[in-house]
């Protein structure tokens, strides 16, 4: 679009680097949960609030293993982890891994009300067993983890 053309030309004296990957979308995880994939996720533009999204990435151990080990753990505590937090200000709108690049990368996007929220949320998934154990079962597969609160530029479809 024009925007992002515009919005390009701006930013691009502030990037000091680019990074690209082929990512695949864990959908099988996704739908196990209830949720859609990322080309079926509608925001609520009904917000009223500064949405933020959250980009969690896991670099995990290298092997064959690992990531499908990482969504067989993920998937199952993430229902529970869904459950618990029955508020609707917290969306998970993707669930990918890495199949260039940088391997064995795991990256979560989520979609919060507002900041405020998204620390709601991590307060809620507290509250189940079946979360905590999987974040455990995870921690063991991790070298690293990161996250990262991103805010949509006006333009975005993803508001």
């Known amino acids: 679009s024009a925007e992002w053309g515009a919005y390009l030309k701006d ?92 391997l064995n990368v795991v990256y979560e996007v989520w979609r919060h009300e507002s900041l405020q929220r998204s620390l709601a949320a991590r307060q809620a998934s507290r509250q189940s067993d079946k979360w905590k154990e999987a974040v455990a079962s995870i921690a063991g597969l991790a070298n690293t983890f990161d996250t990262q609160y991103l805010r949509p530029t006006p333009f975005s479809p993803w508001q």
């Open 11 to 102: 930013a691009r004296p502030c990037m000091a680097s680019q990074h690209n990957a082929a990512l695949i979308e864990a959908t099988a995880t996704l739908h196990a949960a209830g949720l859609p994939s990322a080309l079926d996720f509608e925001p609520n533009a009904e917000s009223d609030t500064a949405v933020t999204y959250e980009l969690r990435r896991y670099q995990l151990k290298l092997g064959y293993n690992t990531v499908p080990d990482f969504l067989k753990l993920y998937g199952k505590g993430l229902p529970d982890k869904l459950r618990v937090d029955d508020s609707g200000a917290s969306t998970l709108v993707t669930l990918l891994y890495s199949d260039s690049g940088p």
